[in-house]
C-alpha cells in the first residue's frame, strides 16, 4: 500500500532562509508525486507535481521538488523564505491500482519568522 | 474558470439534524472526491465518483453519510442525523481525465460544526 510520510509538522525558518520539507513515499509502482499548500480557511492549492522525466520540478512562488528514486524522496525547498510562504504544506502521492485516488502525508506546519 | 464551488462555507447545526453540503466541480472534469480534514486525522478522502458513479465509497465513516451525483456538475454530501464528531472541514476536489498529472483541485471547504 502506498503511504507518504513528512518528517516534521512544524518547521520554523527565519525569513529569507532556505525552506526544506520533506516527504517520503512508499509506492509498490511508479508514482505521481505532488506538493500541495493550505493557506488558514482554504482549499488545497496545487504547488507543483513530478508525473515522468526530469526529476527536478520547479513549481508556483519559487518552489521546487526533486524526485529521488533511490531514496523514495520528494523533498520541497525555497531557497529564501518569505512571510507569505506561511502555510500548512502536504505532499501526496498516486495510489496503485486506482487511476485518481491520492494518498496525502499528514502535513507539516511552516512558520517564517520575521 | 472558477475553480471548485462549495457550499455553504460554514454550516453550524444541532446534534440530530440533517446538514447537506454542496459542490460544484470544475467543468469538463470527471471525476469528484470528498475529503473530510479534522485535526486529529488529517485529510481522509470520504468517497468519490467517477462520471457521476460513485466508484469507492470505503472512506464513508457510517451509513449516516451519503452522497450523491446526480449530474456532472452538482454533488452533495449528507449527514443524517448529524453529531458533534462530525464536526470538521469538508472539501470536495475534482479532476480530469484528459489531465496527464492526475493532479485534484480542491474547493474552499465548507466548516461543519455540529453542537
Known amino acids: 500500500a502506498q503511504s507518504v510520510t513528512q518528517l516534521g509538522s512544524h518547521v520554523s525558518v527565519s525569513e529569507g532562509a532556505l525552506v526544506l520539507l520533506r516527504c517520503n513515499y512508499s509506492?509498490?509502482?511508479?508514482?505521481?508525486l505532488f506538493w500541495y499548500v493550505q493557506y488558514p480557511n482554504q482549499g488545497l492549492q496545487l504547488l507543483l507535481k513530478?508525473?515522468?522525466?526530469?526529476?527536478l520540478v520547479k513549481g508556483i512562488n519559487g518552489f521546487e521538488a526533486e524526485f529521488k528514486k533511490s531514496e523514495t524522496s520528494f523533498h520541497l525547498t525555497k531557497p529564501s523564505a518569505h512571510m507569505s510562504d506561511a502555510a500548512e504544506y502536504f505532499c501526496a502521492v498516486t495510489r496503485s491500482g486506482s487511476a485518481r485516488q491520492l494518498t496525502f502525508g499528514s502535513g507539516t506546519q511552516l512558520t517564517v519568522l520575521p | 474558470d472558477a475553480g471548485v464551488i462549495q457550499s455553504p462555507r460554514h454550516e453550524v447545526t444541532e446534534m440530530g439534524q440533517e446538514v447537506t453540503l454542496r459542490c460544484k466541480p470544475i467543468?469538463?472534469?470527471?471525476?469528484l472526491f470528498w475529503y473530510r480534514q479534522t485535526m486529529m486525522r488529517g485529510l481522509e478522502l470520504l468517497i468519490y465518483f467517477n462520471n457521476n458513479v460513485p466508484i469507492d465509497d470505503s472512506g464513508m465513516p457510517e451509513d449516516r453519510f451519503s452522497a450523491k451525483m446526480p449530474n456532472a456538475s452538482f454533488s452533495t454530501l449528507k449527514i443524517q442525523p448529524s453529531e458533534p464528531r462530525d464536526s470538521a472541514v469538508y472539501f470536495c476536489?475534482?479532476?480530469?481525465?484528459?489531465?496527464?498529472?492526475?493532479?485534484?483541485?480542491f474547493g474552499p471547504g465548507t466548516r461543519l460544526t455540529v453542537t
Open positions: 476536489a475534482s479532476s480530469s481525465l484528459q489531465g496527464t498529472g492526475k493532479e485534484q483541485y
Open positions: 509506492s509498490s509502482v511508479p508514482p505521481y
Open positions: 467543468s469538463g472534469h470527471d471525476y
Open positions: 513530478y508525473t515522468t522525466g526530469a526529476t
